[in-house]
């Protein structure tokens, strides 16, 4: 008896689902200066350098506070591919990345947000904020890690194309009903 139990909450656990969202941050402090930091960020043409395993198939800028970039990448050695609206907030530091929703694409929900603040005496704090849902049929602990392992990515990407980290975190947890801002 107790056999099937066990069978039957591993069967639970394993039991491919489409999850809510999950929200992973990461964040490094960096010795770059907060507006180098934003620079890269938002030179589109060089993601491809930066951050590695992403192709950038075309970015366009809209206007000077907006940008479309249609990328290429690969997790879990299976390809995605998005259009991404870029919101590019340079009083502030932010950047803000989300589905294009006149395009098609590869994944449930994604949206990045990146924020960047000067640190005293120089530097910056840098915090990636990824908010995604696959949308397959995967096991949400699967899903999880691969999150994390992919913003836990970007960010190491970014801080080696500046140089390197003093610091770095990373948190995960479910996103259940909040907004992104």
Avoid at 21 to 30: L, M, P
Wanted: proline share 6%; charged share 25%; aromatic share 4%.
């Amino acid at each position: 008896m107790r056999a099937i139990g066990i069978v039957a909450t591993l069967l639970l656990l394993a039991t491919p689902r489409t999850a809510a969202a999950i929200e992973v941050i990461a964040t490094a402090q960096v010795a770059a200066p907060a507006e180098r930091v934003f620079a890269v960020l938002t030179d589109f043409g060089a993601w491809e350098r930066v951050f590695s395993g992403l192709r950038v198939l075309r970015a366009e800028q809209l206007d000077g506070q907006s940008a479309r970039v249609r990328q290429l990448t690969r997790v879990v050695g299976r390809p995605i591919a998005c259009t991404m609206t870029a919101t590019l907030r340079p009083a502030e530091l932010r950047l803000d990345l989300v589905l294009d929703p006149g395009e098609p694409h590869d994944i449930a929900e994604l949206a990045s947000f990146w924020r960047i603040a000067p640190l005293p005496g120089g530097g910056a704090h840098v915090e990636l904020r990824v908010v995604t849902r696959s949308g397959l049929p995967i096991p949400e602990f699967v899903e999880r890690s691969v999150v994390e392992q992919s913003t836990r990515r970007s960010l190491d990407d970014l801080v080696r194309a500046l140089g390197g980290a003093a610091s770095a975190e990373l948190h995960a947890d479910a996103w259940r009903s909040r907004e992104p801002d």
